[in-house]
């Protein structure tokens, strides 16, 4: 068997030194619940000590079995709500189309991104386009 890297993959084990659980100065907190009717939701916040700035967001997933389609509503601090939509597995085994969105109320900017990627043993595949305001 054939174990493809991706280039964002080399180098995580000593990016996660710092990412992951090792924060100076940083005090973070992250809650996760399931309910019974697959609704999955997370928040999580950071408050830096040394400037005393804190931020937040909260997390909603709805996954819909039957049609393999993953609807996530992200919501932050800044007043941001991003909207991603997800289907796996649909069109062809391990395929998986999905659609961020981001809308800023503030300024009334809007974009979003289409991507796919589809990957087999030994190969991996993946294609992405920007969506500026002017499509929505």
């Known amino acids: 068997m054939c ?9 995580k084990t000593a990016k996660d030194v710092f990412n992951e659980g090792y924060g100076f100065r940083v005090v973070k907190r992250d809650l996760r619940t399931k309910s019974c009717s697959r609704v ?3 928040t999580s916040s950071h408050a830096y000590t040394d400037t005393g700035k804190a931020s937040g967001n909260l997390e909603t997933k709805y996954k819909v079995c039957n049609y393999r389609l993953t609807f996530t509503q992200k919501w932050n601090t800044d007043n941001t709500p991003a909207t ?3 289907l796996e597995n649909k069109l062809a085994e391990e395929l998986k189309q999905t659609l961020d969105t981001i809308f800023v109320p503030n300024t009334g900017k809007k974009s979003g991104k ?13 294609l992405g386009f920007e969506l500026e305001s002017f499509f929505f």
């Open 3 to 11: 174990n493809a890297l991706t280039y964002r993959d080399l180098g």
């Open 40 to 42: 999955e939701l997370s």
């Open 84 to 86: 991603k939509i997800s």
């Open 114 to 126: 289409l991507k796919a990627s589809y990957k087999r043993d030994c190969h991996k595949v993946g």
